[in-house]
């Protein structure tokens, strides 16, 4: 799975963030509010019918419009660029200790909560 483009990261950011389901509108709205220059309806309509051929988001019909939701939450989402980003590399114990090196005491912490509940 690929790493997403910066509208692909802003219409994602408010899909995670929302309740449920958005309209294309309702994206629209959410990102133009954070933007000085705003994007078009149908610039947001074609990055996230992008999004969901590519199985990220799954598109329903509401009305006469569509209205998109993730398929996997971000942290979802976030593993499995660890596990693609992983699978390029033929040494992982490797990058598991240059990993281990790079992220901050209370990660580490956090990765030992999650291998001991694992295991358990």
Do not use: C
């Not at 000085?36 to 990220?56: H, M, N, W």
């Not at 990058?95 to 694992?118: I, M, N, S």
């Amino acid at each position: 799975m690929a790493d997403l483009g910066a509208l692909e990261r802003a219409i994602m950011d408010r899909l995670w963030a929302a309740d449920g389901p958005l309209l294309v509108r309702e994206m629209l709205d959410k990102i133009n509010a954070d933007r000085a220059e705003p994007l078009a309806y149908t610039t947001v309509q074609t990055v996230a019918d992008r999004l969901a051929s590519k199985g990220i988001l799954v598109r329903s019909p509401a009305g006469r419009a569509n209205q998109y939701a993730p398929v996997r939450t971000r942290e979802e989402y976030v593993a499995s660029l660890m596990i693609d980003a992983l699978a390029a590399t033929p040494d992982r114990g490797s990058v598991f200790a240059h990993f281990v090196e790079l992220v901050d005491g209370d990660d580490v912490q956090r990765l030992r909560d999650a291998l001991r509940t694992r295991h358990e």
